[in-house]
């Protein structure tokens, strides 16, 4: 790995963190080629402080570590990418990243559909919407939903109609994403149980 410390006159890099299961970055920092040895040596990641004039490795003081992953470099050998994971917050001031943002896993327009379906719980009075009547149905009724929502996806996968196969996938994955929060779970707790058998594999 040819990393371009020369390129600039402090002899530094900019090294992004990464969390290594939910994607999210975590922060900022700067290696020079002895914080970038003593990552690799260690397997927690060390920076380079500009304020300090020093080598710190993360979490020295605090306890808050960044076990590394992995390391990829850009395209012009002058930037890293560092996969991590995570021993605490990862901000001075105590947020999970140094843009006060919370560290939690994001399946995109899936994670969107979940805080829909969240406030819906929280708003049963709602007369006109469906997941808040299914809610106020109670779990009987949503488990019921979701085994005819399954048969139904099985039927249409033994036609050769791919388009109402994906329009039934799309209704039981609906109504699941109802259940987990009716038994008080997410989508990511799911996520969570699969990574933990794979990696016991």
């Known amino acids: 790995m040819e990393i371009a410390f020369d390129k600039n006159k402090d002899g ?6 990464q969390d290594h299961t939910t994607k999210n970055v975590l922060m900022l920092g700067y290696m020079n080629e002895h914080a970038f040895q003593k990552t ?5 990641v060390t920076f380079y402080s500009r304020s300090k004039k020093r080598i710190w490795q993360k979490g020295e003081e605090s306890g808050n570590y960044l076990k590394l992953v992995a390391i990829e470099i850009d395209c012009d050998n002058d930037t890293l ?3 991590v994971n995570p021993v605490g917050p990862t901000c001075h001031k105590g947020s999970d990243t140094c843009w006060n943002k919370k560290n939690d896993q994001n399946f995109g327009f899936l994670t969107q559909l979940e805080a829909i379906i969240s406030d819906r719980k929280e708003h049963t009075g709602n007369e ?8 106020k149905s109670g779990i009987n009724k949503i488990a019921q939903k979701v085994g005819e929502e399954a048969v139904e996806t099985v ?3 033994m036609d050769n109609n791919d388009k109402l196969f994906l329009e039934e996938s799309a209704d039981l994955l609906f109504h699941y994403l ?4 009716a038994k008080g779970l997410k989508l990511c707790d799911v996520a969570d149980l699969l990574q933990s ?3 016991t594999k």
Not at 40 to 44: L, M, S, V
Request: charged letters at 20%; hydrophobic letters at 45%.
């Open 197 to 199: 058998r794979h990696s």
């Open 40 to 44: 690799k040596e260690t397997g927690k």
């Open 178 to 181: 109802i259940l987990l929060q």
């Open 128 to 135: 006109k919407s469906y997941v808040s009547s299914l809610f």
């Open 81 to 83: 990418l560092i996969s």
């Open 12 to 17: 530094l890099v900019p090294a992004i963190i």
């Open 155 to 157: 039927i249409e996968a």
